[in-house]
């Protein structure tokens, strides 16, 4: 047997028969359904011209054909590109001119605006709809199901997912088979996760918290998932008189807090919620367990290298940390200018090492060489400590990436776009703290004072150039951005200075 996910994945089946997926509408697909399927769907993308190393971009509404789409890519030993679905055809044309991708696939409804982007990149554009429909679709069910999965080793790429980058343009994180395959299985391990478990996934699969963490812990332990179009709070009540796991972004939390139906008896049915992909605020850690009887479980990780720290499944679990290394996974905290590994309670860079972390940065070796050391760790560019029972802190971020919802936005890309309107100086983007999406995107511009600008002016043409979640929820005016000596902008005193705005 190859390293490829898939075989290892099919191997630990042990009843064709499990539920793997029940959807919103009451489709119950078994483990056998989707080896069947996922082989009519490698045939198609065989048949399409797919290669072993070839990119497949995705980029489609959640549906059970988009995870189907995912194994057989992997089947077929293409690597997977998911993109965001609120990118806008600007942005999508910058991922498939870096990927040169074999196939592209869209939504229908989006064809006509992207055919653009598909055609000067290369690639065939193939179609799926939310409800699984499209020309992707119609070609599986015309082929095979029977397919020869294609061996891999544990460093061949088995994803490409795009992260931000430190002037703005995206970067292509290479993750391998193994880097998928060994993070599921240990937190299958540390989440203690069994064929008896139901997860509610109401996260986006476009990202490593929905796709590699629920969807592969899930199906490499045999479980299953009521597959949720979105998160919807009279969904997530239903499915929690039955399932046992829910993983969410801090949104979800306080959004379900916000309503009367959550108390103990409507959670007693579960073991487990997991929060991630942005920092838990200790308040909503608090008032979640005050509510229900249960700590959330918080966890670290990044698209360069899944799950990093945890904090225990047997244990303390404490608000305002990320708890332990993973086991296998190596965190250290060194000074930022010298690399040596800081003591206990002082605050540095966080490093990683382990079999978690990616291959490295798509067609970018000098960024590649400058984030992996040649000893294996990799620097996050996240600041940290360790406290004195070995938990780790996330203090801050060493670059001024912010995460909103869960998703990664740049200020720079923000920036570019809000400095070439008329009437625009200049602008600074920071995130400020958000009960909601744990930070707000926030523009401060600086105007010429002709044409006079308004928030409006400044947000309406950024809704064709930006996805929804990059665009600011607030536009403030100043008559210049605070500088150090050096000419820095000194976005800390922009933070400082506005950080009540959505209290």
Known sequence: MSDNLFDLLTAGISDPEAVAIETQAGE????????????????????????????????????????????????????????????TPAEIGYFLGDAEPRVFVC????????????????????????????????AADAAPEAFATVARDSDDLAALLYTSGTTGRSKGAMLTHGNLVSNAQVLREAWRFTAQDVLIHALPIFHTHGLFVATNVVLFSGASMIFLPKFDVDR??????RATVLMGVPTFYVRLLQ???????????????????????????????????????ERYGMTETNMNASNPYDGERIAGTVGLPLPGTEIVVTDPETGAELPRGEIGMIEVRGPNV???????????????RDNGFFITGDLGKFDERGYLHIVGRGKDLI???????????????????????ESAVIGLPHRDFGEGVTAVVVPTGSPALTEADVLAPLEGRLAKFKQPKRVLFMDELPRNTMGKVQKNLLRDRFAGLYD
């Not at 119950?28 to 009519?40: K, N, Q, V």
């Not at 070796?365 to 984030?371: L, R």
């Open 107 to 138: 939504d229908p409804a989006r064809q006509e605006a992207l055919r653009g982007p598909t055609e000067a990149a290369g690639a065939r554009m193939v179609t799926l709809d939310a409800e699984g429909r499209g020309s992707l679709t119609d």
């Open 28 to 87: 119950r697909i078994r483990y056998g359904d989707l080896i069947a399927r996922s082989g009519r769907m490698a045939n198609a993308l065989a048949a399409f011209g797919v290669q072993p190393g070839d990119r497949v971009a995705v980029q489609v509404e959640k549906s059970v054909q988009a995870i189907i789409l995912y194994l057989a890519t992997l089947r077929a030993g293409a690597v997977f590109l998911p993109l965001n679905t609120g990118y």
């Open 403 to 425: 995460i909103t919802g869960g998703y990664n936005v740049y200020p720079k890309e923000i920036e570019t776009e809000i400095d070439a309107l008329p009437g625009v100086v």
């Open 236 to 241: 997530i009540f239903e499915g929690m008189a």
């Open 259 to 297: 309503d009367d139906m959550l108390n103990a008896e409507t959670t007693a049915n579960m073991r487990l919620f997991v929060s991630g992909s942005a920092p838990l605020l200790a308040e909503t850690h608090r008032e979640w367990q005050a509510r229900t009887g249960h700590a959330i479980l």
């Open 358 to 372: 990616f291959k490295g940065y798509w067609r970018m070796p000098e960024k590649t060489a400058a984030e992996l």
